[in-house]
């Protein structure tokens, strides 16, 4: 099991930036495939971003590509999202998710979850 703990969502103004953090208690964090997922209000649980155990392979949802960037600190056992040009469309709670043994975009795959925080893109 593996707590995650994330940080730094708030309110934004659109085309503002934000950076999330998860912190991670794995002891083997460098073999956890690490993702960030989203849910807005009355929708689904979307895939955001994932990165590789070494962070050497990083994929994007289509809606972000281009926006976001997700980087890991194996060092530091903590991943990050940047989020640049924020839309209102991005407000939503954001998770931070992990699994060992997995590589792909399904949230129901990782088993490990954090408690989620909170981004609100205002105009």
């Known amino acids: 099991q593996v707590q995650l703990v994330e940080s730094g969502g708030g309110p934004v103004q659109v085309g503002g930036s934000l950076r999330l953090s998860c912190a991670a208690s794995?002891?083997?964090?460098?073999?956890?495939?690490m993702a960030w997922f989203r849910q807005a209000p009355g929708k689904e649980r979307e895939f955001v971003a994932r990165t590789s155990g070494s962070g050497g392979l990083t994929f994007y949802g289509d809606s972000v590509k281009g926006r976001f960037t997700m980087s890991r600190d194996n060092a530091k056992k903590t991943v990050y999202l940047q989020m640049n040009n924020l839309k209102l469309e991005d407000t939503a709670v954001y998770y931070c998710?992990?699994?060992?043994?997995?590589?792909?975009?399904?949230?129901?795959?990782?088993?490990?979850w954090g408690q989620g925080t909170q981004v609100t893109v205002s105009s």
């Open positions: 998710a992990a699994k060992l043994g997995y590589s792909g975009n399904y949230d129901d795959k990782y088993d490990n």
């Open positions: 794995a002891g083997a964090f460098s073999s956890y495939t």
